[in-house]
């Protein structure tokens, strides 16, 4: 699910624009796994700049209300989600907690931090949603805690089937602010690539492990 298709396009441009977003099909990046990649994504570098941060909290705040219903508390899984969950907590007048990767190690032993209740009603926030992977970790600790979580919201998702189908098993409904489709459709409208440029990033969101070999 994303927002309606003007504010993703909009969101699109944004990511494009400062470069949270990098398009190389002809010299792609390597991944921590050794896939090669024609994108890279980074969605912090929107917190740098005021407007562009604005646009997307308020979007972010839209799609929570407008998927899940006002929660209880946001909830942001670290490291991405944390600065923008704070800031759509902030929007929605909401509490916020956000999740680690693994409890700590020293002092409370914490997974989860900030204050909480068990039964609230929680939309997570992540800034990507690759294969879902440290998404849905977070979701677990979250349930295990006796929390309600609704759902989660991104800013954007490669649209991976797999990643698509690890959710649905977690019975865990998402919404993304904007989409990898949506995303190749702005940057050819604006230059950024060519059709073969498109042809050849769509066959990679097919088949990543294969693409190029």
């Known amino acids: 699910m994303i927002l309606n298709e003007d504010k993703a396009l909009k969101v699109a441009e944004f990511l494009l624009q400062v470069k949270a977003i990098k398009l190389k099909p002809n010299d792609p990046f390597t991944w921590a796994s050794g896939i090669k990649s024609p994108i890279y994504c980074d969605n912090r570098v929107t917190l740098s700049y005021p407007q562009i941060r604005t646009f997307i909290r308020q ?19 670290a490291t991405g989600g944390i600065a ?64 309600d979580v609704r759902g989660l919201v991104a800013i954007f998702t490669y649209g991976f089937e797999a990643a698509h189908q690890n959710f649905v098993n977690a019975e865990c409904p998402y919404a993304t602010l904007t989409d990898y489709e949506t995303m190749l459709s702005k940057a050819l409208d604006s230059n950024l690539i060519s059709k073969d440029d498109l042809s050849s990033l769509q066959q990679w969101r097919t088949n990543p492990k294969e693409w190029k070999k």
């Open 84 to 147: 923008q969950g704070a800031l759509v907590a902030q929007e929605l007048g909401i509490p916020f907690i956000y999740v680690r990767s693994s409890a700590k190690d020293h002092g409370m032993g914490n997974q989860i931090e900030g204050f909480y209740e068990p039964g609230q009603k929680i939309v997570v926030i992540e800034d990507l949603i690759s294969t879902g992977g440290s998404s849905l970790k977070a979701v677990d600790a979250l349930r295990e805690a006796d929390l």
């Open 59 to 77: 979007a972010y705040a839209e799609s929570v209300v407008e998927h899940f219903g006002k929660p209880d508390a946001i909830a942001g899984v």
